[in-house]
């Protein structure tokens, strides 16, 4: 394990001959999984300078934006927890103090090491939850091991979101050319206003043709080549798989990427792209991102939307975590080169 300084962030990193994975001792972002023979990472790392969460102060860091998102992207990059939020606090919670996305993402992390595997734990104190992720890199050369233990430590039961906020980005991104695949079935347009609008609000269809608004469809397979476009999609992994994925190819450098883990554990995998579409601060109509965010939860939202949704699919929309209870999960990434995106995965 090294300590380092990664873009401007406190950080620790484990590697091999093949393989770096970097984890920022604040927020606790994977913010790379560098590939060392081609020197590609394909996680986002924004284009505006990162600052650690506990010195973000809304009065001096408006370039970050002015709202309940602000703390989380002055410090965000790469694969971000979502925990116990996916989506935004009401705003009682806003108003207290809580990020969109929830706690997990803007606390400060305890990273410690026993034999190969890191160890990178945090106590979100309002929600009452202990969090700990294990990363351990494969002999294999090309596969990174994850697994995580969340802890109820109050006195009752409570439904909880839970989502692995992978987000890609430039080199690996580009317009028109990087590929998606995913054992999708039943899906939807996120069902309120979000980005330009250009897909279907509410629509319901199979993977991966998503209906825009001017009768046409969006492949969702290949990214864009909008000059401009924003969306969020929401997909069901396949019910008869044990194991669902998603894999993106760059057919530039011929990396191919993507994570495994339990559909029973993590049954949705929502879609975000944001393509040079927001201009507020701090995305200033610059930024490229793919996320593909496998959780609990079909749709990024409010705790209290969370609830009165209920389903999606017949589906729960989050899970429910006993009283000092724990819950646990495995999963993991891979890293490779291949000539093509495989047909069969």
Same mark, same amino acid.
């Given at each position: 394990?090294?300590?380092?300084?990664?873009?401007?962030?406190?950080?620790?990193?484990?590697?091999?001959?093949?393989?770096?994975?970097?984890?920022?001792?604040?927020?606790?972002?994977?913010?790379?999984?560098?590939?060392?023979?081609?020197?590609?990472?394909?996680?986002?790392?924004?284009?505006?300078?990162?600052?650690?969460?506990?010195?973000?102060?809304?009065?001096?860091?408006?370039?970050?934006?002015?709202?309940?998102?602000?703390?989380?992207?002055?410090?965000?990059?790469?694969?971000?927890?979502?925990?116990?939020?996916?989506?935004?606090?009401?705003?009682?919670?806003?108003?207290?103090?809580?990020?969109?996305?929830?706690?997990?993402?803007?606390?400060?992390?305890?990273?410690?090491?026993?034999?190969?595997?890191?160890?990178?734990?945090?106590?979100?104190?309002?929600?009452?939850?202990?969090?700990?992720?294990?990363?351990?890199?494969?002999?294999?050369?090309?596969?990174?091991?994850?697994?995580?233990?969340?802890?109820?430590?109050?006195?009752?039961?409570?439904?909880?979101?839970?989502?692995?906020?992978?987000?890609?980005?430039?080199?690996?991104?580009?317009?028109?050319?990087?590929?998606?695949?995913?054992?999708?079935?039943?899906?939807?347009?996120?069902? &309120?206003?979000? /980005?330009?609008?250009? =897909?279907? %609000? +509410?629509? @319901? #269809?199979?993977?991966?043709?998503? !209906?825009?608004?001017?009768?046409?469809?969006?492949?969702?397979?290949?990214?864009?080549?909008?000059?401009?476009?924003?969306?969020?999609?929401?997909?069901?992994?396949?019910?008869?798989?044990?194991?669902?994925?998603?894999?993106?190819?760059?057919?530039?450098?011929?990396?191919?990427?993507?994570?495994?883990?339990?559909?029973?554990?993590?049954?949705?995998?929502?879609?975000?792209?944001?393509?040079?579409?927001?201009?507020? &601060?701090?995305? /200033?109509?610059?930024? =490229?991102? %793919? +996320?593909? @965010? #496998?959780?609990?939860?079909?749709? !990024?939202?409010?705790?209290?939307?969370?609830?009165?949704?209920?389903?999606?699919?017949?589906?729960?929309?989050?899970?429910?975590?006993?009283?000092?209870?724990?819950?646990?999960?495995?999963?993991?990434?891979?890293?490779?080169?291949?000539?093509?995106?495989?047909?069969?995965?």
């Amino acid at each position: 394990m090294n300590e380092v300084m990664y873009r401007n962030r406190r950080a620790v990193q484990i590697e091999n001959a093949s393989i770096r994975v970097t984890v920022l001792a604040e927020g606790g972002h994977i913010a790379e999984i560098l590939h060392k023979p081609t020197g590609i990472n394909p996680l986002w790392t924004p284009p505006w300078p990162s600052i650690e969460p506990s010195a973000f102060d809304p009065q001096k860091h408006t370039q970050y934006g002015a709202d309940a998102e602000a703390r989380l992207l002055a410090g965000i990059m790469g694969h971000n927890l979502c925990l116990d939020l996916f989506g935004g606090p009401s705003p009682e919670e806003a108003a207290a103090g809580i990020t969109v996305h929830g706690e997990a993402g803007v606390s400060p992390y305890s990273i410690r090491t026993e034999g190969a595997e890191l160890i990178a734990s945090t106590n979100a104190k309002n929600a009452q939850l202990h969090f700990e992720r294990r990363i351990v890199l494969d002999p294999d050369g090309k596969t990174v091991r994850i697994s995580e233990t969340v802890e109820n430590q109050s006195a009752f039961d409570r439904p909880i979101a839970w989502t692995q906020h992978v987000t890609l980005g430039p080199p690996f991104l580009k317009k028109g050319s990087t590929q998606f695949r995913a054992p999708g079935t039943k899906s939807k347009v996120f069902d &309120a206003e979000f /980005g330009d609008g250009k =897909l279907k %609000q +509410g629509a @319901e #269809f199979d993977w991966p043709m998503a !209906p825009r608004i001017d009768g046409g469809k969006q492949d969702l397979r290949v990214y864009t080549t909008a000059p401009a476009s924003s969306a969020y999609t929401t997909h069901l992994m396949d019910p008869h798989r044990d194991e669902a994925f998603f894999v993106a190819f760059s057919p530039d450098s011929k990396v191919l990427f993507g994570y495994r883990w339990k559909r029973a554990d993590f049954p949705w995998l929502g879609m975000w792209e944001e393509n040079m579409s927001r201009t507020q &601060a701090p995305w /200033g109509g610059k930024t =490229l991102t %793919q +996320g593909m @965010e #496998f959780g609990v939860s079909p749709m !990024p939202e409010s705790r209290r939307k969370m609830i009165e949704r209920g389903t999606l699919f017949g589906m729960p929309g989050y899970r429910w975590l006993p009283a000092k209870g724990r819950a646990a999960t495995q999963y993991s990434a891979f890293i490779t080169t291949a000539n093509a995106i495989p047909d069969e995965i």
